[in-house]
């Protein structure tokens, strides 16, 4: 099993920008493509960016343009860089294989209100 933890979340006003982080207990990168997932108050999760092994990138529309995902498979650790944040941002962001793999970590808990 692999036990991932989510960090970087936080408040933020709209417009603003966060970075959220990923740490695997083990390497695990360089065999799986990884996904950064959320799930706002009242609604199911949802695959927000993901990346291939071969760092290929998608992104759900909403996101689009504004969201960045990346991975260093040396320190075992996935981002997501989000930018132009808007109030429905706001969700626990989880990362994961993709698709799913692994038991979910906690999640980051953002937050975006004026």
């Known amino acids: 099993q692999v036990q991932l933890v989510e960090s970087g979340g936080g408040l933020v006003q709209p417009g603003g920008s966060l970075r959220l982080s990923c740490a695997a207990s083990?390497?695990?990168?360089?065999?799986?493509?990884m996904g950064w997932y959320r799930q706002a108050p009242g609604k199911e999760r949802e695959l927000v960016a993901a990346?291939?092994?071969?760092?290929?990138?998608n992104y759900a529309d909403s996101v689009k343009g504004r969201f960045t995902i990346s991975r260093d498979n040396a320190k075992n650790t996935v981002y997501l860089q989000m930018n132009s944040l808007k109030p429905d941002d706001t969700a626990v962001y989880y990362c994961?294989?993709?698709?799913?793999?692994?038991?979910w970590g906690q999640g980051t808990q953002v937050t975006v209100s004026s």
């Open positions: 990346i291939t092994i071969g760092g290929n990138t």
């Open positions: 083990r390497s695990i990168f360089s065999i799986a493509a």
């Open positions: 994961n294989a993709n698709p799913v793999a692994w038991y």
